[in-house]
């Protein structure tokens, strides 16, 4: 198992540069007062696939071989990943199959179709997605850029916390979504070596709990098929994500399904911008738990905004 370095970082950095944007960082004096810390939430959901995991997919890409690259990429991925690795093969002009779950939101569908994505479907489980995505990389040949448990994939979602640090001039707590890991990770490689002071929290529904308890215990638990509304935190760790969530990460927080469709409605009304309930995890987790973040500047990486405007949580 090779384990990214701070350097592979920086050369990821170096290398999706002209393929991602420099997100805007957001504060709110009301999610401040109501929170007591001071909040900086940088805006992932502004990527033009509308999420962080364009970084790493452009990291991937852009770092294969002609050879490889020609035979294209694949994945398997709830939604944004998919988007993000379409988007990132279309700039480079190469092929991407994606296995998606059939239940996935249609705004995310539409997405990787909008980039060129070829969609093959799967049943809502890890294991379907597993076998399905065999079949499909066996026939395809190409390169398997898994969703987070990738060197280049952690090294390029790395470079938002790098960002977003400068953006700040340093903070006391970065907190992201957990689900399979990847920008926690990413997170935990870039501050462990740039910032070392600064905590590491991650944040994670009730009903999809599985990192929560892979820490607690100590190894991995993972569940086959979790349901939340927090769709994009539906996978669980591995043992790369482990590695870093087990050695750099503070804590894991959770939140009720109610307690994310709340702190979704504060942000959107507060911050203005649209965000997806995976997002909204780790604001929900600070309200739950108010006193362990007062008087702290704490950044919150908003780590997509592609939503589907028809089935909105509160809307059910």
């Given at each position: 198992?090779?384990?990214?370095?701070?350097?592979?970082m920086?050369?990821?950095?170096?290398?999706i540069?002209?393929y991602?944007?420099?997100?805007?960082?957001?504060?709110?004096?009301?999610?401040?007062?109501?929170?007591?810390?001071?909040?900086f939430?940088k805006?992932?959901?502004?990527?033009?696939?509308?999420?962080?995991k364009?970084?790493?997919?452009s990291n991937?890409v852009?770092g294969l071989?002609?050879s490889?690259?020609k035979?294209?990429?694949?994945?398997?991925?709830?939604?944004n990943h998919?988007?993000?690795?379409?988007?990132?093969?279309?700039?480079r002009?190469?092929?991407c199959?994606v296995?998606?779950?059939?239940t996935?939101p249609?705004?995310?569908k539409?997405?990787?179709r909008?980039y060129?994505?070829?969609?093959?479907?799967?049943?809502?489980?890890?294991?379907?997605?597993?076998?399905?995505?065999a079949?499909?990389?066996?026939?395809?040949g190409?390169?398997?850029?898994?969703p987070?448990?990738?060197?280049?994939?952690?090294a390029g979602?790395?470079?938002?916390?790098r960002?977003?640090?400068?953006?700040?001039?340093?903070?006391?707590?970065?907190?992201?979504?957990?689900?399979g890991?990847?920008?926690?990770?990413?997170?935990?490689?870039?501050?462990?070596?740039?910032a070392?002071?600064t905590?590491?929290?991650?944040?994670?529904?009730?009903?999809?709990?599985?990192?929560?308890?892979?820490?607690k215990?100590g190894?991995?638990?993972?569940?086959?098929a979790?349901?939340?509304?927090?769709?994009?935190?539906?996978?669980?760790?591995?043992?790369?994500?482990?590695?870093?969530?087990?050695?750099?990460?503070?804590?894991?927080l959770?939140?009720s399904?109610e307690?994310?469709?709340?702190a979704?409605k504060?942000?959107?009304?507060?911050?203005?911008?649209?965000?997806?309930a995976?997002s909204?995890?780790?604001?929900?987790?600070?309200?739950?738990?108010?006193e362990?973040?007062?008087?702290?500047?704490?950044g919150?990486?908003?780590?997509?905004?592609?939503?589907?405007?028809d089935?909105?949580p509160?809307?059910k």
């Amino acid at each position: 198992m090779y384990i990214p370095t701070y350097q592979d970082m920086l050369d990821a950095h170096t290398r999706i540069e002209p393929y991602i944007q420099r997100t805007p960082v957001r504060t709110s004096d009301y999610l401040n007062e109501l929170t007591g810390a001071q909040l900086f939430f940088k805006c992932e959901n502004f990527q033009t696939p509308g999420a962080f995991k364009v970084r790493g997919a452009s990291n991937a890409v852009f770092g294969l071989d002609e050879s490889q690259a020609k035979l294209g990429v694949a994945t398997h991925s709830s939604g944004n990943h998919a988007s993000c690795l379409s988007y990132a093969a279309s700039r480079r002009g190469i092929p991407c199959n994606v296995v998606m779950p059939r239940t996935a939101p249609q705004a995310k569908k539409d997405t990787v179709r909008r980039y060129g994505g070829v969609i093959t479907e799967c049943e809502p489980s890890t294991s379907s997605r597993e076998e399905t995505f065999a079949k499909v990389q066996a026939e395809t040949g190409g390169d398997f850029v898994h969703p987070y448990n990738d060197p280049r994939v952690i090294a390029g979602q790395g470079t938002c916390a790098r960002e977003f640090m400068e953006q700040t001039d340093g903070l006391d707590i970065v907190m992201a979504p957990i689900g399979g890991g990847g920008m926690i990770s990413g997170t935990c490689l870039t501050l462990s070596n740039q910032a070392p002071e600064t905590q590491i929290i991650a944040a994670e529904p009730e009903q999809a709990d599985d990192a929560y308890r892979s820490f607690k215990a100590g190894h991995i638990i993972a569940d086959d098929a979790p349901k939340t509304i927090a769709d994009g935190l539906l996978v669980p760790l591995k043992d790369l994500t482990w590695h870093f969530v087990s050695n750099h990460v503070t804590d894991i927080l959770t939140a009720s399904e109610e307690e994310i469709i709340d702190a979704m409605k504060l942000t959107w009304k507060h911050l203005r911008v649209v965000m997806e309930a995976s997002s909204s995890v780790p604001l929900a987790t600070i309200l739950k738990n108010k006193e362990r973040f007062a008087g702290k500047r704490v950044g919150i990486i908003i780590t997509g905004g592609n939503v589907d405007l028809d089935i909105l949580p509160w809307l059910k």
